[in-house]
Nanobody, 116 residues
């Protein structure tokens, strides 16, 4: 199973980025898809999650600024990040849970740097 994340980079405070994570290599259907983020010295934290039915949940710190979505036909999850601030600087990881015995997997991470 491969999770290929893209879209990270350097952006000024107040700007926006869109992350994508393409999932391939599994015979099982995807249940939950999520984005986590991690900064040095801190635990990885959930930023946003979306269920197979499209229900979403967000960390309080990103509510109203980030939007998670998915394209089931493409096995892709997105994270639209608006009004970015320095506290959003982190490595962002996509995480996927498959149905049945498919297990769960992490992507490699993509770095987002917000300059103030």
């Amino acid at each position: 199973v491969q999770l290929q994340a893209s879209g990270g980079g350097l952006v000024q405070a107040g700007g926006f980025l869109r992350l994508s994570c393409d999932v391939s290599g599994s015979i099982f259907s995807i249940n939950r898809m999520a984005w986590y983020r991690q900064t040095p010295g801190k635990q990885r934290e959930l930023a946003a999650v979306i269920s197979s039915g499209g229900s979403t949940n967000y960390a309080d710190s990103v509510k109203g600024r980030f939007t998670i979505s998915r394209d089931n036909a493409k096995n892709t999850v997105y994270l639209q990040m608006n009004s970015l601030n320095a506290e959003d600087t982190a490595v962002y990881y996509c995480f996927v849970v498959f149905n049945s015995a498919g297990g769960s997997y992490w992507g490699r991470g993509t770095l987002v740097t917000v300059s103030s």
